[in-house]
């Protein structure tokens, strides 16, 4: 833990060490879901009259508290020092400003969580897992392409990241460019829009490791998919690892190319289950130690019985938690655990049904039930029916077959493909997300759904 010490402050290293230390214990409880029991390793690198700069065990670790704890060190500095303090944190002597600054020679962003040592494996990862491990251990030389698929919230981008951080470990010099589909995407039309193709084609075709999270964004992209499918063959033929991820199977995937399914098969293909109930108490666990926080296996078994279709739920159910402990002072029983989980354990176990959801949007767009299962194809009621498919995709566990089926008898491709529109509509336009959220806060809202 060493303190360099700038003079300029006049305190002792012991003082600094102090200060530091009710300064960690205050963002602790500025910020309880962004700390981790890893910030005991940070250490003061100077504390001068206005700036204090923290040294962090890595460049993961370096990011992730720029990005997500500044704003709570900064608010703690200010409070414990009484000065106005700007808070930079730093690794390897290199400064971190903010992740729209970071540029991808310096490496992809790596979430520190997202390790193999941090993940559970049970049951309905185990092959993934164990998929991941091999690739990770020998790029190039076992599976290639690795293909991990699943729904959301099930561990893909920790698995992602995960052999990212392997590769890493083992050999610093490895080029590895990780990123979502999106960002590919993005690249390459800011590509074609620069004139600088060339210069893509080189940053993604020298690469030793090419990981794409979310591979399904390329659905219905054209030209991007072409470009994808010469990134691939030129990775491919020269032995470099690929390794995609996607909330379905390649031939699941609307509007994707016939010769891209057939290459993303070419290797393995490992589908990732939701977790079954130990391993969902394990993860609770697993992720409460991350935090430093104390969990009960009453508390836990609580939180997984109740939460069992999203990983990501049961880390909020958590961090609500440690949050209202934290924050209100009480101690953290299974009755307080209860009372803080009221609303979102009630929202996620209300039974939603497809007929819910076409009420609430008929009668938002003001429009006949019997449109929405009608063949009828206008502007006017397609969308909405898109939407009835994204939100009962979102909302409900029912199969595309059956969300197609009681919406005019179409089949699960039709369902896909309204699926993916909506969403990206909703990134893409304010307006549409606005009308998702209020929409889904109608439904779930007591009075259109029934206690399961
Ligand atoms: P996906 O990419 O499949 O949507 P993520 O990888 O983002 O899901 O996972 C969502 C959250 O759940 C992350 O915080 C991740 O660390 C956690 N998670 C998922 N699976 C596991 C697991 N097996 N063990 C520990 N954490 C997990
Ligand atoms: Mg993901």
């Known amino acids: 833990m060493g303190i360099v010490f700038i003079k300029e402050c006049g305190l002792a290293t012991g003082e600094v060490e102090n200060i530091f230390a009710e300064i960690l214990d205050r963002a602790r409880t500025l910020d309880p879901v962004n700390m981790r029991k890893w910030f005991d390793n940070l250490h003061v690198v100077h504390l001068t009259g206005g700036a204090l700069e923290i040294g962090c065990p890595d460049e993961a670790c370096a990011q992730f508290l720029q990005n997500s704890c500044r704003s709570a060190f900064t608010r703690a500095a200010q409070q414990i020092t009484g000065h106005l303090v700007t808070v930079q944190f730093s690794a390897n002597g290199r400064a971190h400003r903010s992740a729209k600054g970071q540029r991808h020679e310096a490496g992809p962003m790596l979430h520190p969580d997202y390790t193999f040592d941090n993940f559970v494996v049970g049951p309905s990862n185990r092959?993934?897992?164990?998929?991941?491990?091999?690739?990770?251990?020998?790029?190039?030389?076992?599976?290639?392409?690795?293909?991990?698929?699943?729904?959301?919230?099930?561990?893909?981008?920790?698995?992602?990241?995960?052999?990212?951080?392997?590769?890493?470990s083992k050999s610093a010099s490895?080029?590895?460019?990780?990123?979502?589909?999106?960002?590919?995407?993005?690249?390459?039309?800011?590509?074609?829009?620069?004139?600088?193709?060339?210069?893509?084609?080189?940053?993604?075709?020298?690469?030793?490791?090419?990981?794409?999270?979310?591979?399904?964004?390329?659905?219905?992209?054209?030209?991007?998919?072409?470009?994808?499918?010469?990134?691939?063959?030129?990775l491919y033929s020269n032995g470099r690892q690929i390794i995609l991820s996607a909330d379905?199977?390649?031939?699941?995937?609307?509007?994707?190319?016939?010769?891209?399914?057939?290459?993303?098969?070419?290797?393995?293909?490992?589908?990732?289950?939701?977790?079954?109930?130990?391993?969902?108490?394990?993860?609770?666990?697993?992720?409460?130690?991350?935090?430093?926080?104390?969990?009960?296996?009453?508390?836990?078994?609580?939180?997984?019985?109740?939460?069992?279709?999203?990983?990501?739920?049961?880390?909020?159910?958590?961090?609500?938690?440690?949050?209202?402990?934290?924050?209100?002072g009480r101690e953290?029983?299974?009755?307080?655990?209860?009372?803080?989980?009221?609303?979102?354990?009630?929202?996620?176990?209300?039974?939603?049904?497809?007929?819910d959801i076409t009420d609430v949007v008929a009668r938002h767009f003001n429009i006949r039930l019997a449109d929405l299962q009608s063949k009828k194809r206008s502007q006017s009621i397609a969308e909405p029916r898109q939407i009835c498919m994204y939100l009962a995709r979102q909302l409900t566990k029912h199969s595309l077959e059956e969300i197609g089926g009681h919406l005019g008898g179409r089949d699960h491709t039709t369902v896909m493909h309204a699926c993916g529109k909506i969403e990206d509509l909703q990134k893409a336009n304010p307006k549409m997300h606005a009308t998702l959220e209020l929409l889904t806060s109608q439904i779930t809202q007591s009075g259109y759904s029934s206690a399961s």
């Open 248 to 328: 379905c199977a390649p031939s699941e995937i609307p509007s994707l190319e016939e010769r891209l399914i057939s290459r993303f098969n070419w290797g393995l293909v490992a589908r990732i289950d939701p977790p079954s109930y130990e391993t969902r108490m394990a993860i609770v666990q697993k992720k409460a130690h991350l935090r430093g926080f104390a969990v009960s296996d009453e508390i836990a078994g609580y939180i997984a019985r109740k939460l069992h279709a999203n990983i990501r739920e049961l880390e909020g159910a958590l961090t609500t938690i440690y949050a209202v402990s934290m924050t209100t």
């Open 127 to 168: 092959f993934a897992h164990a998929s991941c491990i091999a690739v990770s251990q020998s790029p190039g030389n076992t599976y290639n392409p690795l293909f991990v698929y699943g729904n959301s919230g099930l561990g893909k981008t920790h698995l992602l990241h995960a052999v990212c951080h392997e590769i890493k």
């Open 174 to 234: 490895a080029v590895i460019q990780l990123l979502s589909c999106e960002a590919f995407v993005n690249c390459f039309i800011q590509a074609i829009e620069q004139g600088d193709l060339p210069g893509f084609q080189s940053r993604f075709r020298s690469v030793d490791t090419l990981i794409i999270d979310d591979i399904q964004f390329l659905r219905g992209r054209e030209h991007s998919q072409e470009e994808f499918f010469h990134t691939f063959n030129a």
């Open 332 to 355: 953290v029983t299974l009755e307080m655990a209860q009372t803080a989980l009221n609303g979102q354990i009630e929202a996620s176990v209300r039974h939603i049904r497809i007929s």
